[in-house]
């Protein structure tokens, strides 16, 4: 199983950023798939997540109607669509995969906010 995200970069505050994570090695339709970020001198964090069996979408409290956590199943792919970005959002994002509780991780992509 491996994952790459790609998508991050250096967006000024307010702006907009979709990070994307492809997924191979197996099929993960079945599979919740989610983001997660850390940011400098801090754990890391849950963002969103995505269970497509289910049809639910969780969301960290702060993302909420911000970011929108969506997936092509056919490109084994999740993307994270991130608006109205600000200074608090800058971290690296990492993409993981949920293979009935294994986790596998992909290496993250870097997302800076400036205000």
């Known amino acids: 199983v491996q994952l790459q995200a790609s998508g991050g970069g250096l967006v000024q505050a307010g702006g907009s950023l979709r990070l994307s994570c492809v997924a191979s090695?197996?099929?993960?339709?079945?599979?919740?798939m989610g983001w997660y970020r850390q940011a400098p001198g801090k754990e890391r964090e849950f963002v969103a997540a995505?269970?497509?069996?289910?049809?639910?979408?969780y969301y960290k409290d702060s993302v909420k109607g911000r970011f929108t956590i969506s997936r092509d199943n056919a490109k084994n792919t999740v993307y994270l669509q991130m608006n109205t970005l600000n200074a608090e959002d800058t971290a690296v994002y990492y993409c993981?995969?949920?293979?009935?509780?294994?986790?596998?991780w992909g290496k993250g992509t870097l997302v800076t906010v400036s205000s």
């Open positions: 993981n995969v949920n293979l009935g509780g294994a986790f596998y």
């Open positions: 090695g197996r099929t993960f339709s079945r599979y919740t």
């Open positions: 995505d269970n497509w069996r289910r049809g639910s979408t």
